[in-house]
């Protein structure tokens, strides 16, 4: 009995222990470096706490949470930071959920995030991220969550981000985005949610349902003949006009002729 009890205490305490994780510590270190934080919001982010950032469930770490030792929730949100992703966020493998939202990161969103098998939730929105979206992010299979509006993402959509059949909340609206919006994503069919226009709306040369039909660039035809016609009518009138005044001047030109020769004729 004695022996059982000193068993369970021992993995009891074992459980409560803080596990490093290389992984994890690469992860964080990385991502501080790449990122700039000009208001100390990060100021226990330090190379001891790296090492050792979890204690079970608990984190030492602001904005992140733990999961059995591991992060698996990263929440940087509205902290004016500055700077790129680190592409060693890859080795927070167990990592479900990345928002980053509302601040001022810039850079393009690295394809090495496709090793987040796990991730969940994916918030990059309101920062002053550039360059194409990967379409590598449809290797994290998990996906309910790509939230990407209000960056400044160019390209087209990756046709294979309609293969994440979890996927329930999707916004690339308020970008740069262009050519046609994929029919895997913009007219899901059977159980998959739906996306409406405002998923999309906000960049100038998107096309394709759930968007409204795009404005015929340039004049249609009936503005094109109208033109035509008013130019011609235009030109008729200009014309008809100086037709007027040349036999107007002719005609005075004629009656001053008329009159000098009168006064050249002799009286009989």
């Known amino acids: 009995m004695g022996f059982w009890l000193v068993l369970l205490l021992a993995l009891l305490t074992c459980a409560t222990l803080s596990i490093s994780d290389p992984s994890d510590e690469a992860c964080l270190t990385h991502l501080s470096q790449s990122l700039k934080d000009p208001t100390n919001s990060l100021q ?39 700077g790129s992703i680190s592409p060693y966020l890859a080795n927070c493998t167990n ?10 990161i810039a850079g393009p969103i690295p394809a ?17 991220l550039e360059g194409e979206i990967p379409p590598q992010l449809a290797m994290c299979a998990y996906l309910n969550v790509i939230d990407l509006h209000d960056n400044f993402f160019s390209g087209q959509i990756p046709q294979q981000l309609g293969l ?5 909340a999707f916004d690339v609206s308020n970008n740069k985005l262009s050519g046609p919006i994929p029919v895997s994503l913009g007219n899901r069919s059977g159980n998959l949610p739906r996306f409406n226009a405002t998923s999309f709306e906000g960049n100038k040369d ?17 503005a094109i003949v109208g033109i035509g016609l008013g130019s011609g009518f235009a030109s008729l009138v200009l014309s008809f006009t100086g037709v007027c005044i040349w036999l107007k001047v ?12 009168s006064q050249l004729m002799p009286d009989y």
């Open 44 to 82: 226990n982010w330090t190379k001891s706490n790296f090492a050792n950032p979890c204690s079970g469930f608990t984190s030492y770490l602001p904005g992140a949470t733990c999961n059995n030792g591991r992060i698996y929730k990263l929440s940087l949100t509205n902290l004016s930071l500055l």
């Open 206 to 222: 998107l096309f394709g349902y759930p968007l409204p039909p795009m404005k015929t660039k340039g004049l249609s035809v009936l």
């Open 164 to 168: 994440l059949v979890r996927l329930s």
């Open 250 to 261: 002719t005609e005075q030109k004629m009656a001053l002729e008329e009159g000098k020769i």
């Open 112 to 128: 090495d995030l496709q090793s987040l098998v796990n991730l969940a939730v994916l918030n990059l929105s309101s920062n002053r």
């Open 95 to 104: 990592l479900q959920s990345l928002d980053l939202s509302s601040n001022q």
